[in-house]
């Protein structure tokens, strides 16, 4: 093969070895589309206007160093909702925000916001990383992280407006935060970081909200004071999409549910596809065969390189 | 001690000229260093200056020329050259940054050395006193010298104050300077281009072995003492300026001094000063936070069991020093200090070997005693701990109670549990067997 030396050469590999691994073990991977098995349990938006639905993912399939993480996804988002997106460890959750965003590279398919690519949107996504993801005990205090969420409409060596710190602190009193404004963020609790993160993103004033696990690590108060939020934005007619880990809050917080394990196992409103069956699918063992088939990728390509 | 007009020379202009240069360089290393520092990068500034050496030398043979632009070209051509290959030896192979970056800088350090060695053999008469660049030599810089370093400096520090901004957000959160649209790698870019300008601006007065502290040493000392990105970085350009100056000023005294060397030991003085005595990252400060910490807890202490005894006692008011000893498992004479301690503090009254506290001290006493036990409480109704179990960690949080939680404890034990907290008992049954926690204890009467 001589796709060896190219960066695009893992698309083929993942469908050969998707392909191979589910004709011999007889495991089919495209069963949750199969109607035989159950009602669809991916339910697609295809009479919907394009330009209203505010995430559309088509035929998407993603490998970190040709490893593959999501295969082969078709997701509708619909508008004005709370979505969720559940699943085991390592099944793509993160993945999936992050392609959206097209921050990473796609080996096939590709995603619409409201119709257009992400390139043409971003103004109009907001994005709340996991709160892991950076170092707290960066020296920035809480209001300039929140000022961050304007950078996107402030622009390269600009400087953020008076109009723009304005928001920022309305975002922060938002979230309860607001005589925060000015602590250093190391001496914040873990809630209260939080809280920060999601206020970066509604000072991006955004339409839709991509969120990676917004309720880690919180304590109650904070997560019913997230949860309000996220509600209120709801009912202001914006789409927010939800990393979540607590299966026991899934029925009470979302109104559609993402079911993830590396492929999307389940997609629709909440009460119709979060059930037993799903929820096997999703963190029983069936799907191990996708995990052996992207190790035995990696392992191939390891043993090459 | 020396005159200082007359060494000061401030009114030969190249002296001057020469001094406000290494200021320049100090000041840029601080501003530049606090970016690296904090994106891990500083190990980069060091590759960076090591690989420049045999920049320099491959420069000089080149051209025969000893310009200060010309020997800048070159050492940039090799420093980043070297900075690739650390790239390219890290995402290529599986060896890490560390390694990689051990590797490169040694092996282009030895070419330079011998590419040195080879032009101070073969040139004879025309000593090409390249070895300035191994250790600095800030005196040798000539007025067209520091009119380069200083504009490369001012262009520098201009560019830092456009893309402020952007460095804060790319170190702080890359992903979403990303998904706002930003270019990380364009950025990146940047942010590692101004840091090589800023190492090879400062080669000739501080060296390549040396001019990584310049980075790393001004932005490190300056993070001690705020928690503003900005202050910082306006604090190691200062510490940074003050170094630099101060460096070749010094090292000016005997001329055969370095003066890479004296900035380095300057800058580290400063760091060691801002280590010790910064207000909350501080040695000193976190030494004296623990220690008050101690004694609020030993105050504590004492109270309470002043408190608990009066309780035991039918409301007696005085108690005996060894009452006070067996009650707390201390020694005798830290229950004596202590006691002196909150006499000061008008908590405590001391009378003929009898101690009674003062309405105030009271006061504290039983909010201590009532934090101790509604805590305890708590922790036993939320079945955390069985109840004998509860003593120790009652003790070391009971400290830390405000007001306020204890309302929101007091609220929550009525409320959920049915219990009347304004006669809140000791659980552990009569005689209370209060020992405070940690070192403190055994010793002394059981």
Known sequence: MTDASRPDGAPQDVEGASRSAGASTGDSINQAADPSTDSPSIQLLPDLDPASIPIRIHDMTIAYHRKP????????????????????????????????????????????????????????????????????????????????????????????????????????????????????????????????????????????????????????????????????????????????????????????????????????????????????????????????????????????? | MFDFLHVLHLHDATVRSVLFGSLLIGATGGVLGSFAVLRRRSLMGDALAHAALPGVALAFLWTGSKSLPVLISGATCTGVLGVLLIQFITTRTRIKADAAIGIVLTVFFGIGIVLLTHIQRSLVGNQAGLDKFLFGQAASMVEDDVRVMSVMSLLIIVVVLLLYKEFKALIFDPKFLQSLGYSLQRVDLALMGLIVLTVMVGLQAVGVVLIAAMLITPAVAARFWTERLHVMVVLAAFIGGLSGASGTFLSAQAPRVPTGPVMVLVATGLFVLSGLLAPRRGLLARWRRQRSNVLRERRHHLLRALVVLQERSDNATRFRVDELVQELGWERRRVAGEARRLRRLHLVDCRDGHVQATAQGLAEGTFVVKSHRLWEHYLVYRDILSADHVDRPADEVEHLLTPDILERLEEILQRDHGIDTERVVDIHGSGSQYRPAGRERNEVGT
Do not use: C
Request: hydrophobic share 40%; proline share 4%; charged share 25%.
């Open chain 1, 69 to 305: 993480v999501l295969w082969d996804v078709d997701l509708d988002v619909p508008e004005g909702q709370l979505v969720g997106i559940v699943g085991p460890n390592g099944a793509g959750k993160s993945t999936m925000i992050l392609a959206i965003m097209n921050l990473v590279p796609k080996a096939s398919g590709w995603v619409r916001i409201y119709g257009k690519p992400y390139e043409e949107m971003r103004r109009i996504v907001g994005y709340v990383p996991q709160r892991e993801s950076v170092d707290w005990d960066f020296p920035i205090s809480a209001l300039e992280v929140v000022t961050m969420g304007r950078f996107g409409h402030v622009g390269w060596i600009r400087r953020p407006s008076k109009q723009d710190k304005q928001l920022a602190h309305e975002a922060l009193e938002k979230v309860g935060m607001g005589e925060y404004a000015h602590r250093q963020i190391s001496q914040l609790s873990g809630g209260q970081q939080q809280r920060v993160f999601l206020a970066r993103a509604l000072a991006q004033d955004a339409k839709v909200y991509l969120m990676d696990e917004p309720f880690a690590g919180v304590d109650a108060a904070t997560e019913r004071a997230i949860i309000d939020i996220l509600m209120e934005l709801r009912a202001q007619g914006k789409t927010i999409l939800v990393v979540h880990h607590d299966l026991q809050t899934v029925t009470r917080y979302f109104d559609w549910l993402i079911m993830l394990n590396m492929r999307v196992v389940a997609s629709g409103p909440t009460e119709e596809v979060f059930n037993d069956t799903t929820l096997n699918k999703t963190y029983g063992g069936r799907l191990t065969v996708l995990s052996q088939a992207a190790q035995a990728v990696q392992d191939y390509e390891r043993g090459r390189g």
